[in-house]
């Protein structure tokens, strides 16, 4: 039952949360990468039960791709279909700002609440 | 539910089932995205066999009805907070405002354009087809006819996904971003006879053909109605260059009756020409949509 409530919760905070935690990989790294390899970095990061499931990165990839957020180009792979390597934009950076500016703010008032400090 | 699948291609297949509605081009995405990340997957575990990996997938991955609500869920609403508010979305009521509103919409004035390229495409494409059909044909008897025609059938695919991409950046609808996905690994000879089989192979033929005609009537039209509108705003102006002595050397002579007319009726051929130029604004973005629908319908293979 707790389980449920928790799980729909996360999603709903993921909605968001995956394209800027996105965007902040591809920024914090010189070299473009592909779908797996991010994928593998978010799970590395993240010790215990996994936040959100690595098929879910896929899709938000490419909606900030085709937004002019994330070039990519398509490279053949030995392993199996063409891998498609992520790299941002200047457009991402900025769109990254922003983002990350109301995720501090967002943060910070949710904790005042939860953290009880606020009178 | 599915019962958990235990190989790529059962894993594939459930998501391409689970995914069953929905736009074709997404479909393609994300069974490439779940190629991608299950085959790297093997090949980072070399030691487990293809079962033993893709029963770890449901809790890493995702299974394949998660994966085929996150992507629906991401088209729609990544998609909408990213987007600029289209023109459509602030298309007033007032029907004067809506229907000069078109000049705004940059989607008009590319299918202007489209509609004017279309001549070219439109004659490489058929020129594509008739010399690839028959030289095919001719060379059947020899040995190279099956590998040339294998070529033609291929390079005619790459054609048509050029198209649906100039398409997309035209009008702005959706159009596959990758060859369609050749579905499970078979052999040659299969691969050979299921394209043969593959009523897209022969539509895609079929459209690449069509394209001549439809893109002479695109461009006459286009050119036709451009042509009118430029007419008849410019020349009660080049009537009044006249009047005031202008001499426009030969060429352009203005009858006598018309030159005198000319005043009163200079507003009604000026607003004409902009009345017209319009329509054809709205024609060229109809013409947009219409030319997608018809893509989709011959280009991108229906349920994949």
């Given at each position: 039952?707790?389980?449920?409530?928790?799980?729909?919760?996360?999603?709903?905070?993921?909605?968001?949360?995956?394209?800027?935690?996105?965007l902040?990989?591809?920024?914090?790294?010189?070299?473009?990468?592909?779908?797996?390899?991010?994928?593998?970095?978010?799970?590395?990061?993240?010790?215990?039960?996994?936040?959100?499931?690595?098929?879910?990165?896929?899709?938000?990839?490419?909606?900030?791709?085709?937004?002019?957020?994330?070039?990519?180009?398509?490279?053949?792979?030995?392993?199996?279909p063409?891998?498609?390597?992520?790299?941002?934009?200047?457009e991402g950076?900025?769109?990254?700002?922003?983002?990350?500016?109301i995720w501090?703010?967002?943060?910070?008032?949710?904790?005042?609440?939860?953290?009880?400090?606020?009178? | 539910?599915?019962?958990?699948?235990?190989?790529i291609?059962?894993?594939?297949?459930?998501?391409?089932?689970?995914?069953?509605?929905?736009?074709?081009?997404?479909?393609?995405?994300?069974?490439y995205?779940?190629?991608?990340?299950?085959?790297?997957?093997?090949?980072?575990?070399?030691?487990?066999?293809?079962?033993?990996?893709?029963?770890l997938?449901?809790?890493?991955?995702?299974?394949?009805?998660?994966?085929?609500?996150a992507?629906r869920?991401?088209?729609?609403?990544?998609s909408?907070?990213?987007?600029?508010?289209?023109?459509?979305?602030?298309?007033?009521?007032?029907?004067?405002?809506?229907?000069?509103?078109?000049?705004?919409?940059s989607?008009a004035?590319?299918?202007?354009?489209?509609?004017?390229?279309?001549?070219?495409?439109?004659?490489?494409?058929?020129?594509?087809?008739?010399?690839g059909?028959?030289?095919?044909a001719?060379?059947a008897?020899?040995?190279?006819?099956?590998?040339?025609?294998?070529?033609f059938?291929g390079?005619?695919?790459?054609?048509?996904?050029g198209?649906?991409?100039?398409?997309?950046?035209i009008?702005?609808e959706?159009?596959?971003?990758?060859?369609?996905?050749p579905?499970?690994?078979?052999?040659?000879?299969a691969?050979?006879?299921?394209?043969?089989?593959?009523?897209?192979?022969?539509?895609?033929?079929?459209?690449?053909?069509?394209?001549?005609?439809?893109?002479?009537?695109?461009?006459?039209?286009?050119?036709?109605?451009?042509?009118?509108?430029a007419?008849?705003?410019?020349?009660?102006?080049?009537?009044?260059?006249?009047h005031?002595?202008?001499?426009?050397?030969?060429?352009?002579?203005?009858?006598?009756?018309?030159?005198?007319a000319?005043?009163?009726i200079?507003?009604?051929?000026?607003a004409?020409?902009?009345?017209?130029?319009?329509?054809?604004?709205?024609?060229a973005?109809?013409?947009?949509?219409?030319?997608?629908?018809f893509?989709?319908?011959?280009?991108?293979?229906?349920?994949?």
């Open positions: 039952m707790d389980d449920s409530h928790a799980r729909k919760f996360q999603k709903d905070l993921n909605a968001g949360l995956v394209a800027l935690v996105l902040a990989v591809l920024n914090r790294t010189s070299e473009d990468l592909y779908g797996y390899e991010i994928a593998k970095r978010l799970q590395k990061a993240n010790e215990g039960e996994s936040l959100f499931k690595e098929g879910t990165v896929y899709p938000v990839l490419r909606a900030l791709s085709a937004h002019g957020l994330l070039t990519s180009r398509i490279v053949p792979s030995y392993s199996g063409p891998r498609r390597y992520y790299r941002i934009t200047a950076r900025a769109v990254l700002g922003d983002w990350s500016g501090v703010q967002t943060r910070d008032f949710v904790d005042r609440f939860i953290e009880g400090v606020e009178e | 539910m599915n019962r958990a699948p235990r190989s291609d059962e894993y594939l297949k459930q998501l391409r089932d689970a995914l069953q509605g929905s736009d074709p081009a997404l479909i393609q995405d994300a069974l995205d779940a190629e991608e990340y299950l085959r790297a997957e093997c090949a980072s575990h070399p030691d487990k066999s293809e079962a033993d990996v893709l029963e997938i449901a809790s890493t991955y995702g299974a394949p009805e998660e994966v085929a609500t992507y869920d991401t088209e729609a609403k990544v909408a907070a990213l987007r600029p508010i289209t023109p459509r979305s602030v298309e007033s009521s007032n029907p004067l405002r809506r229907f000069f509103g078109v000049y705004s919409d989607r004035y590319l299918s202007l354009f489209y509609m004017l390229l279309t001549l070219v495409t439109g004659i490489l494409y058929f020129v594509f087809v008739v010399t059909l028959s030289l095919s001719g060379l008897v020899l040995i190279i006819g099956l590998p040339f025609f294998l070529a059938i390079i005619a695919r790459v054609l048509a996904l198209e649906g991409r100039l398409l997309e950046a009008t702005g959706r159009m596959p971003r990758r060859p369609v996905h579905g499970p690994r078979s052999g040659v000879w691969r050979i006879g299921e394209m043969l089989k593959d009523a897209r192979t022969w539509t895609t033929l079929a459209y690449l053909l069509l394209m001549l005609p439809l893109g002479i009537f695109y461009f006459v039209v286009a050119v036709t109605g451009f042509s009118l509108a007419g008849l705003v410019v020349g009660p102006f080049m009537v009044l260059a006249q005031l002595g202008w001499d426009f050397n030969d060429g352009i002579s203005v009858m006598q009756p018309a030159l005198l000319a005043p009163l200079a507003p009604f051929t000026i004409l020409g902009v009345l017209i130029f319009t329509a054809l604004m709205h024609a973005r109809g013409i947009g949509r219409l030319q997608v629908a893509a989709r319908a011959l280009l991108v293979k229906p349920g994949m």
